[in-house]
């Protein structure tokens, strides 16, 4: 069965930085694009990031600039450096397939808050 495990969340002051990693089981992750979501206190999840299986990656925006995506084949993980936090990135961080997301992936998310 396959996993996708989110960590690395935490409580950090505006213009800090944290590290999330995605921690995957099973043949799922090198083999496919995977994206890093985010859904914030009362608003639909939406798209922070993305890397395909080559290494090419895109971002939203908003992060532009200020978030890296990365991935680790041999580990079966994935990354999301986050910089220069704003307390607008405060929302529950997840990893799952791109650009089509699997419903059965979605795990329970990390929480990332960052005070102004």
């Known amino acids: 069965q396959v996993q996708l495990v989110e960590s690395g969340g935490g409580l950090v002051q505006a213009g800090g930085s944290l590290r999330l990693s995605c921690a995957a089981s099973g043949s799922i992750f090198w083999m496919n694009s995977m994206g890093w979501y985010c859904q914030a206190p009362g608003k639909q999840r939406e798209f922070v990031a993305r890397i395909a299986a080559g290494g090419s990656t895109d971002y939203a925006d908003s992060v532009k600039g200020r978030f890296t995506i990365s991935r680790d084949n041999a580990k079966n993980t994935m990354y999301l450096q986050m910089n220069s936090l704003k307390p607008e990135d405060t929302a529950v961080y997840y990893c799952?397939?791109?650009?089509?997301?699997?419903?059965?992936?979605w795990g329970q998310g990390t929480q990332v808050t960052v005070s102004s």
């Open positions: 799952n397939t791109w650009p089509r997301y699997r419903p059965d992936l």
